[in-house]
């Protein structure tokens, strides 16, 4: 791949799903591009970037962005988290919204083994509790695999202990399938985290985790007030280790490495001003 190739995908990347591709990643790229020159039946990838750069249909530019994309994921990623909604978190928004029930949502859900173990989280800790489950992507694809909640063996044992997988998933030749009850849980939805996020109402939970520390540091920043915008003034968001460091004044740690609510002190500050 030319300098010039990787440039334009990488900043195809950038403005369509935020996402900064660095130049060290030119192997990577290719990598990533050459199945779908296969399947697109191109001579390779740079015959692949050549049709882009001639006709950039809508199709096109997607099918690129998210082959650049890295689905990584697991389930109950950041078990002590989960395990803080379930005991603490979960229960004290309950009370507080009585029979009103729960909204969570799964932001950047990828493949979707988050929003399945949340759907598992909530099946075991709050099974009275209307809850509804949303997750969004960018890609297609991983939507596709996300709705149809078939995984490998080595995607369940990546954080789904034995008695959670015979309880919420079947076997399905050398695969694992999410259960009709599981998957009924949640609603899987197409959506850029760089748009316009009012259409998806108000949530009790936002998960948007190990997604923001690839984006540029403004980009971040503006995606982060559009998410806090979706969350409820006692909500909770919950983010990737590591990047709760771009957070705002506006919330302060949980208990769990990785959550957050709203800091009342800061909201009371800006109210008396």
């Known amino acids: 791949m030319s300098p010039e190739d990787f440039s334009y995908v990488a900043d195809l990347v950038r403005t369509e799903a935020g996402v900064v591709l660095t130049s060290d990643k030119v192997f990577f790229l290719d990598t990533r591009l050459g199945p779908l020159a296969r399947r697109e039946k191109e001579a390779g990838v740079d015959a692949l970037i050549a049709r882009l750069r001639s006709q950039p249909t809508a ?3 997607q099918a690129v962005v998210e082959a650049a994309l890295v ?3 697991r389930f109950f990623r950041n078990r002590s988290a989960f ?3 379930a005991d603490l978190s979960l229960p004290e928004l309950v009370k507080r919204r009585g029979d009103k029930g729960l909204r969570i949502l799964s932001a ?3 493949s979707g083994q988050e929003a399945y173990s949340l759907a598992i989280l909530v099946q075991e800790s709050l099974p009275q509790t209307p809850t509804e489950i949303v997750a969004i992507d960018y ?6 695999k996300a709705r149809a909640g078939l995984y490998s063996h080595f995607e369940v044992q990546r954080g789904l202990p034995i008695r959670r997988l015979l309880d919420n998933f079947e076997k399905v030749d050398e695969n694992w399938r999410a259960s009709a009850a599981l998957r009924s849980k949640i609603v899987w939805s197409e959506a850029n985290l760089l748009s316009d996020l009012s259409g998806l109402g108000q949530f009790d939970v936002i998960l948007c985790r190990n997604v923001l520390n690839s984006f540029a540091p403004a980009v971040a920043t503006a995606c982060l007030e559009r998410l806090e915008g979706r969350l409820a003034a006692d909500g909770l968001l919950m983010l990737g280790v590591d990047e709760g460091l771009i957070l705002p004044a506006s919330f302060k740690p949980e208990a ?3 959550l957050y609510r709203r800091n009342v002190a800061f909201v009371r500050e800006v109210k008396m001003a």
């Open 71 to 73: 689905p990584e994921t």
């Open 59 to 61: 199709s096109r530019i």
């Open 139 to 144: 890609s297609r694809r991983s939507l596709e």
């Open 108 to 110: 950047g859900c990828s």
């Open 83 to 85: 395990q803080t909604l």
């Open 256 to 258: 769990a490495s990785g």
